[in-house]
T-cell receptor, first 115, second 111 residues
């Protein structure tokens, strides 16, 4: 089975610009998660989709971040406008069952650098 | 609130020696505990989990972890380290439909 794929693998943008990250989960996985790791720190939860619905978006930093999941398939995470502190690695993960009990399958991440 | 602590930024061990990567947790109720590994430029890979049952959990690549309720710990172990085990290791606690991760521990295995 194909794994979780994320695009792009790297993105370098200037402060104030917009960036959109994309995640394609494993087919059939209803649960989709976004996480972020800022340099050397813990991997922080951003939000959780069940199919196309946002189940939990308590980790979203502010309203500059917008996540969508079209038709319960792929997901996008848009940052507009980007700030320096948004730099980090953004991971997407999917799971068949509940993510708190079932293992998550992670993509390779998108490394975002805001200059 | 749930949380996880990995007290060591880096662990160094010689090839062939046993290794331990430490993790302590804080949860209300029964913990669901996980270990993941990240190799360079790759995503996190699931190693093992503890939900209930035997306190010693066996996982992928010869790793195991010991759940200790009294010490609220879930240390990752391997009897004999390989150079190829060098990577970043993350402990996580589950529940409420998501995982809460620690900051990670870099394991360096030297020939």
């Amino acid at each position: 089975e194909a794994g979780v794929t994320q695009f792009p693998s790297h993105s370098v943008i200037e402060k104030g610009q917009t960036v959109t990250l994309r995640c394609d989960p494993i087919s059939g996985h209803d649960n989709l998660y976004w996480y972020r790791r800022v340099m050397g720190k813990e991997i922080k939860f951003l939000l959780h989709f069940v199919k196309e619905s946002k189940q939990d978006e308590s980790g979203m930093p502010n309203n500059r971040f917008l996540a969508e999941r079209t038709g319960g398939t792929y997901s996008t995470l848009k940052v507009q406008p980007a700030e320096l502190e948004d730099s980090g690695v953004y991971f997407c993960a999917s799971s068949l069952g509940q993510g708190g009990v079932s293992p998550l399958h992670f993509g390779n991440g998108t490394r975002l650098t805001v200059t | 609130a749930q949380s996880v602590a990995q007290p060591e930024d880096q662990v160094n061990v010689a090839e062939g020696n046993p290794l331990t990567v430490k993790c302590t947790y804080s949860v209300s109720g029964n913990p669901y505990l996980f270990w993941y590994v990240q190799y360079p430029n790759r995503g996190l890979q699931f190693l093992l989990k503890y939900i209930t049952g035997d306190n010693l959990v066996k996982g992928s690549y010869g790793f195991e972890a010991e759940f200790n309720k009294s010490q609220t710990s879930f240390h990752l172990k391997k009897p004999s380290a390989l150079v190829s085990d060098s990577a970043l290791y993350f402990c996580a606690v589950g529940g409420y439909n998501k995982l809460i991760f620690g900051a990670g521990t870099r394991l360096a295995v030297h020939p």
